[in-house]
């Protein structure tokens, strides 16, 4: 599945080999990272803690010269505390508005699931549109703007799973996982002095970034490659196992990501297997499975898997519309 | 530790059971052989294809199993054919000699040259090959469905087409398939799961299972009724449409074609006419042609005890009958055509002398005094005379003498003709008894004998005429149970009841007058037919011995006319209206046959009818069997001529059309050709696996390229020739 193989685009490239730097054996994270920035989406992060999420969306932003804002999520969060908060000011008998972390770059939503399901709304409201409104004032958000929210699996105790309708505004969902043995020994060995992350400086500035941005919109999409993305998400729908499908909303992201992918990759086309390695960390989340199938042991992860091997590559331009 | 033994002595057994079957369905390529060809011991072959199957199987290493069967060789070759001690020099050099000089046959291309040691050895090698490719296709790539199903072509077409009964050897074949496959399949199993044989428990209980389906489905099978053959024997038409020289009826038993042949051991089943001509004849009437007599009758044909002595001489003389008979001074000029295969000569009765003025010289000839066989021979080895003249004494037999005739036979007459072997049935001599019973004398009764066929509704055909079964005689079959054949049937019948009744008569082989295809007159005004005699001419008949007379000649075959002139003095015409007639060029006297009159002149044309409806069906055959050929032909190699026609055309259409057709071709071939590509797997990753194949990149260039096309709607005609150059490349790879 791994393409690093193919070559990156140049600027992409100096952005991973910093992100390299810090983390370990994280390259997929990573990449998947820039491709929910660069497609203008945010992510979602499941995993249990200290694997290296802070981390990873750190060094993201220090290699991208961004606003970096960290809002830690916990039962008694206010909606005041993400979006910011007018305070009377006794000087200029005003209120002024104090932004909240929401309105950074790049924001770390940590453990969004520990927090009540306003306060969740509050930060993915935002997310999706491009401003905010606070006390009656309408606040812009920053441009570029890349939420990376993590939680912990939902399992666990005190926690407020995200509805599904907010589950669909994250353009990814992915897990870190532990590093392997070799791995975590490098990762000792580099972290026992000065940790690295104070080391690195940015690679790409904050416009060149929007530009990058820009440069995706731009990747061509074909009609067949449209269309073979059409027949995953429907499969999605008709699969047996699966209680509600993949959104529209789901198709159009699934394109995004697999533009954002083709653009690292250095393509200004998408190819299908852009879209075959977006697949499973774009639909996943989008999907309830049937209780029967869940009982069986089926997972999202496996029904976007039987759906790739079942439906056919396009390799041929005569498909019927 | 202990498992690991326990599995590979199971796999063992396993491996080994699978490849003993593939030797027994190997066997049963070899039984018909000793049917269907003149091998006469097929035990020897068995033997040196078990041990070679025996050596493969234990894998030794080649340098120590080449030898072995080498040695194996030698011995078999020792035994059949070279008297010397074994790796003696003597020996050496007959196998050496022995293989120079079939090796200069096979450069010249004469086939029938080759010597039996040499053809052995081919057989034995062939043998070698078969062990390893079974050992292949049966123990290692475990696929062995091809074989059985190409055994069970190949007993159904002998099956078919020759006389072989292949009725059991397709059951047999049937039950071993049955078993090697479902061993096989569960031993593939075994491997796709990587389960031991010895972790799955009961691992045996299934060949229960196995054992059983195979019985019941081969007993439903056998048991079950069956459609009669649903079209009549093709074996005719095929065999008039191959054409050649004639191996003589009465070759091994096997169909055959009709012409003169040297070995009678095994007569019947059917045979085909066959036209190559093989000599001409100039001769005032229609002759019988005679080459040679046997006598000894074994039950299923003749053979030849009493060769010599023979004679070396410079001229030839052979008369079959005393002075007592009337004859004519006669000469008829032959000559040998290529379809002639025997060195021998053929002549006419009472042969008096040969011209030696147009004999070349360095010819003599062997007269083998009792059967009549006279080889000509050039130097020390046997040559074929072109033409010669050959004067004769044509014999007139005479109704009254005939009759009169002495039965007391000369005791050497008695010693020779009256042979008959002792497993003949007692109901031919009751039957020759009954035939003969109100006869007095030997000629009315050998006339009885001869006539009994057409007053019985004994039937003509060469169609469909079965060989003996191993306990049955050969008269005795066609006397009960058949009662239809050719001249082989009836002559040798004769000949069979006769000689139980006491009535010296041997067995005489040779062609009847052929085909009239010119009249001239010679220098002293004679008339002077031009006869064809071809391969369907050949024939045999019968002699019966008179004594004071000699031997007179019979012809108890249905349609055919005795060639032999008899006559009555004119004070003695009481009986026998048919017995007028004189010595006619063109109508021979056909006696106590009148139903069935005949000319051998319409029995030729007749012949000539058959085989031109033979020819017309055979047309149908060959067109429909070359049309399936280039079909097939076609069909095989339909990658490449396509491929070559594409090229043409993708040279020309510099279009996306053509393109994306072109690419999705490639992928067709290489599919086609191993690679598969699952409909799920994108083509740089499809391409990145048949250039791993390849050890290239050129497929993931084109894909690169193919991919801008189809999924960047981008216009590729720049790159136009490089993209041709790397489809036609891999194009090149995936069909070499």
Redesign the interface.
């Known amino acids: 599945m791994t393409q690093h193989t193919f070559l990156f685009q140049p600027k992409i490239s100096e952005v991973m080999k910093n992100i390299n730097k810090v983390m370990i054996g994280k390259e997929d994270a990573a990449l998947l990272s820039l491709v929910a920035l660069l497609a203008r989406g945010h992510v979602l992060l499941e995993d249990v803690p200290g694997v290296g999420k802070t981390m990873l969306v750190k060094t993201l932003a220090k290699s991208l010269d961004c606003d970096f804002k960290r809002i830690q999520f916990t039962p008694d969060l206010l909606p005041s505390d993400v979006t910011g908060v007018s305070i009377y000011n006794p000087k200029t008998l005003e209120f002024e508005f104090r932004p909240g972390p929401i309105l950074g770059n790049i924001v770390l939503a940590d453990e969004i699931n520990r927090t009540s399901p306003k306060t969740q709304s509050a930060l993915l409201e935002g997310m999706e549109e491009t401003s905010l409104t606070v006390d009656g004032n309408t606040v812009s958000l920053s441009d570029p703007f890349f939420v990376m929210a993590t939680q912990n699996p939902i399992e666990y105790e005190g926690t407020y799973p995200l509805p599904e309708a907010q589950l669909d505004r994250f353009l990814i969902k992915m897990k870190m996982g532990y590093p392997t043995a070799k791995q975590e020994m490098e990762m000792l060995s580099k972290t026992s002095g000065k940790h690295p992350i104070h080391e690195i400086t940015s690679v790409l500035t904050r416009d060149e970034l929007v530009d990058l941005q820009k440069e995706v919109e731009d990747v061509?999409v074909?009609r067949?490659?449209n269309h073979y993305i059409v027949e995953l998400v429907t499969g999605t729908r008709n699969h047996q196992g699966v209680y509600l499908g993949v959104s529209p909303r789901g198709s159009i992201a699934l394109m995004k990501a697999a533009k954002a992918y083709a653009f690292i990759h250095d393509r200004?086309?998408?190819?299908?297997?852009d879209v075959?390695y977006m697949a499973p960390f774009v639909l996943c989340h989008r999907m309830i499975l049937t209780s029967e199938a869940k009982f069986e042991g089926t997972t999202p992860e496996s029904v976007v898997q039987e759906l790739?091997?079942?439906?056919?590559?396009?390799?041929?331009?005569n498909i019927s519309e | 530790m202990m498992d690991g033994h326990n599995q590979g002595r199971m796999t063992f057994i396993y491996r080994f059971v699978i490849y003993a079957i593939g030797f027994l369905l190997f066997c049963e390529w070899l039984r018909p052989l000793e049917t269907v060809t003149e091998t006469e011991d097929v035990s020897v072959f068995y033997i040196y294809g078990a041990f070679c199957f025996f050596i493969s199987f234990l894998q030794v290493q080649w340098w120590l199993s080449m030898p072995l069967k080498l040695i194996g060789m030698a011995f078999i070759i020792d035994g059949l054919y070279i008297g010397e001690r074994i790796f003696s020099m003597e020996w050496m050099t007959i196998v050496y000699e022995q293989i120079l000089f079939n090796a200069e046959v096979i450069q010249t291309r004469e086939w029938w040259q080759m010597t039996p040691l040499f053809r052995s050895l081919l057989f034995l090698i062939l043998l070698w090959l078969m062990s390893y490719l079974l050992y292949y296709w049966f123990v290692i790539a475990k696929r062995m469905f091809l074989f059985v199903v190409m055994t069970i072509v190949y007993v159904t077409v002998l099956d078919t087409f020759t006389v072989y009964d292949g009725q059991w050897a397709i059951v047999r074949t049937f039950v071993l398939a049955m078993l090697a496959l479902g061993l096989s399949s569960f031993l593939k199993e075994m491997d796709k799961e990587s389960i031991s044989v010895s972790n799955f428990r009961k691992a045996h209980i299934w060949v229960l299972p196995l054992v059983l389906i195979t019985l019941f489905s081969t007993i439903a099978g056998y048991a079950s009724p069956k459609l009669d053959p649903q079209w009549p024997d093709p074996v005719p038409y095929i065999e008039s449409a191959a054409g050649g020289a004639g191996a003589g009826p009465g070759g091994g038993g096997a169909i055959q074609k009709v012409g003169y042949g040297e070995n009678d051991s095994r007569l019947g089943g059917s045979f085909v006419q066959d036209d190559t001509p093989v000599f001409k004849a100039l001769a005032d009437g229609r002759r019988y042609w005679r080459i040679e007599s046997k006598d000894t009758y074994t039950g299923k044909g003749w053979e030849d005890t009493l060769a010599q002595p023979v004679n070396d001489v410079g001229n030839v003389e052979y008369k079959t009958f005393t002075d007592q008979v009337e004859t004519e001074e006669k000469s008829s000029f032959i000559r040998m055509e290529r379809g002639a295969s025997f060195n021998k000569l053929v002549y006419p009765y009472g042969l008096s002398s040969l011209n030696e003025e147009i004999i070349p010289p360095g010819y003599r000839f062997r007269v083998h005094e009792n059967t009549g066989e006279i080889d000509t021979v050039k130097g020390d080895s046997p040559g074929r005379l072109g033409e010669y003249v050959v004067r004769y004494d044509f014999p007139s037999f005479e109704y009254q003498q005939l009759r009169a005739a002495d039965s007391e036979d000369p005791e050497e007459i008695q010693g020779k003709y009256l042979q008959l072997p002792d497993s003949l049935p007692n109901r031919v001599k009751n039957l020759a008894g009954q035939i003969m019973k109100d006869k007095e004398n030997r000629y009315d009764r050998a006339k009885a004998v001869e006539t009994y066929f057409s007053a019985n509704g004994f039937e003509y055909t060469t169609d469909n005429v079965p060989v003996p079964k191993k306990n049955q005689d050969y008269v005795d079959q066609f006397l009960f149970e058949t009662q239809y054949g050719y001249c082989d049937n009836y002559s040798t019948s004769m000949v069979v009841m006769l000689r139980s009744q006491g009535i010296p008569a041997r067995w005489v082989k040779g062609f009847t007058g052929g085909e009239k295809i010119d009249t001239t007159a010679n220098g002293d005004g004679d008339i002077q037919n031009l006869y064809q005699v071809t391969s369907s001419n050949a024939h045999s008949w019968v002699e019966v011995y008179f004594p004071d007379i000699g031997w007179v000649p019979f012809e108890p075959t249905q349609g055919f006319t005795n060639n032999a002139d008899f006559y009555s003095d004119i004070n003695d015409e009481d009986e026998d209206g048919a017995a007028t007639e004189e010595d006619d060029s063109t109508t021979d006297s056909e006696i106590g046959n009148p139903q069935q009159v005949e000319d051998s002149a319409s029995n030729g044309s007749d012949a000539a009818l058959g085989s031109a409806s033979d020819r017309s069906y055979a047309w149908v055959w060959w067109t429909l069997a070359g049309a399936a050929a280039a079909g097939l032909v076609l069909y095989f190699t339909r990658y490449r001529w396509m491929t070559a026609w594409l090229i043409w055309r993708y040279r020309r259409n510099k279009d996306e059309k053509t393109y994306e057709k072109a690419y999705t071709y490639l992928l067709t071939v290489l599919n086609h050709k191993g690679i598969k590509r699952n409909p799920d797997q994108t083509l740089r990753e499809y391409a990145r696996m048949v250039d791993t194949h390849f050890q290239t990149n050129e497929m993931r260039r084109l894909t690169n390229s193919y991919e801008r096309t189809l999924y960047r709607n981008e216009d590729q005609s720049k790159e136009w020739g490089k993209v041709t150059e790397l489809w036609e490349n891999l194009i090149k790879k995936a069909l070499s």
Request: aromatic share 10%; net charge negative.
């Open positions: 061509y074909d067949t490659i200004d086309y998408v190819v299908p297997d075959q790739l091997s079942t439906t056919s590559i396009p390799v041929q331009r």
